[in-house]
């Protein structure tokens, strides 16, 4: 809602009120703080998209522009700013960002979902064939695990840096209610951050259940307030379906299973989201499919991915991370993103997720990693 008193009285008498009605200018601290924080960046060997994209002259179109919700420019690149080795640097401070900073979100979703344009338009929902989809190990030589997840934003809610207290509960709690009439398979309990030992809560995240706390690129991007309030991990039984509450985003839906059947997971992966779909309206839109925090996650909003011991390949990191490339696949950690492989084990998932079909990014990284184990097979 947009306060007209407040923004006819007091445009440039009052920033915080001009600045929840986003009629105002972007504040002169703020301005001085990004003029500063770029030009210590600019100085940067920083790898990031960011610092590929945000020229001087993008630079200077954008940093007086404000969403309504009061977001600037700043709100979006400072976790780049702070953290240059960042690979993109750059989160969506709320919706509204990927259309008022377009100039510099287009340039990097064109690069990260490879070739997807400013006039590019994401296809419909299409979970394909299912049950065409096979084991990418059928002998389990090489993966350890399998896992598909997405990534979803309640409808009517900001992202993160614009969530008060109050919406993360209230967005555990529509979850938590959404989640509680699962049946069969996706039966399960919902377990709060609040109130969880640091035992359970790390023994979880160490068997990569749960996802990590303290991360420093989400810190930055003013991802982690009030922490841990309305955070929290849904799960079935067999921890096979589990569900992420209000960490990077409000939403993430994941199946997960030991071996490198890629269809079992997918399957009970769709079968979870279509179920949550009938409880729960998410942020869709037109061109860019289901908003999310990230512009990395943007689209279908799937990341499927093995872990998988590929020792022959992996003694040349930089063969193995350049083969991933030509497949559109991307190496991590065993960890998860910005982590090191333990025990030879390494995460290797699709890489775009935006401008493809569910079933395409599916068959996308399914190839790949056939690919890639048929390359490790074959090396002396
Ligand atoms: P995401 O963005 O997919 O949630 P992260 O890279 O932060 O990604 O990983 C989250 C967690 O999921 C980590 O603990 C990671 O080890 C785990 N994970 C990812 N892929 C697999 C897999 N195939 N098998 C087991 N755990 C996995
Ligand atoms: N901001 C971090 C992470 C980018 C993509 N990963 C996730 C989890 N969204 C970076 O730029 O390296």
Not at 190 to 208: A, F, N, S
């Amino acid at each position: 809602m947009v306060c007209q008193i407040i923004v006819k009285m007091a445009k440039a008498k009052c920033h915080k009120c001009a600045e929840k009605c986003g009629k105002g200018k972007v504040p002169h601290d703020v301005l001085l703080k990004l003029d500063r924080a770029f030009k210590d960046f600019q100085k940067t060997d920083s790898k990031s998209l960011l610092k590929k994209y945000l020229t001087q002259e993008i630079f200077d179109k954008i940093k007086t522009k404000k969403t309504s919700f009061g977001s600037t420019l700043l709100d979006c690149v400072q976790s780049g700013f702070e953290n240059p080795d960042s690979g993109i640097g750059i989160y969506a401070a709320d919706p509204e960002t990927y259309t008022i900073f377009e100039d510099i979100f287009n340039p990097i979703i064109e690069d990260y979902h490879v070739g997807f344009k400013k006039f590019s338009k994401h296809p419909t929902t299409d979970w394909g064939s299912i049950k065409d989809v096979g084991n990418v190990d059928p002998k389990g030589e090489f993966v350890v695990s399998t896992r598909v997840r997405c990534c979803r934003s309640l409808e009517g809610f900001p992202f993160n840096p614009c969530l008060t207290q109050n919406q993360y509960t209230e967005i555990e709690s529509k979850m938590t209610n959404a989640l509680s009439s699962l049946k069969g398979n996706l039966k399960g309990n919902y377990y709060p951050l609040t109130g969880m030992t640091k035992d359970i809560q790390q023994k979880l995240i160490d068997d990569h259940f749960l996802f990590k706390e303290g991360d420093r690129f989400l810190q930055s991007a003013n991802a982690c307030r009030f922490w841990p309030t309305g955070r929290g991990i849904f799960h079935n039984e067999d921890k096979t379906f589990l569900v992420w509450i209000n960490e990077e985003d409000h939403v993430r839906i994941i199946s997960l299973q030991k071996g490198g059947d890629l269809g079992q997971v997918y399957q009970r992966f769709v079968s979870a989201v279509t179920e949550i779909e009938n409880k729960v309206t998410f942020m869709k839109n037109d061109r860019l499919g289901y908003l999310t925090f990230c512009p990395t996650n943007l689209g279908t909003t799937i990341r499927a991915s093995v872990h998988i011991k590929v020792p022959k390949l992996a003694k040349d990191m930089a063969k193995l991370n350049e083969l991933a490339e030509k497949y559109h696949l991307q190496v991590r950690g065993t960890r998860g993103e910005h982590s090191e492989a333990e025990d030879g084990i390494y995460d290797i998932s699709n890489k775009r997720r935006l401008g493809l079909t569910e079933y395409e990014v599916i068959k996308e990284m399914y190839d790949g990693i056939v690919e890639i184990i048929k390359l490790e097979k074959g090396k002396t």
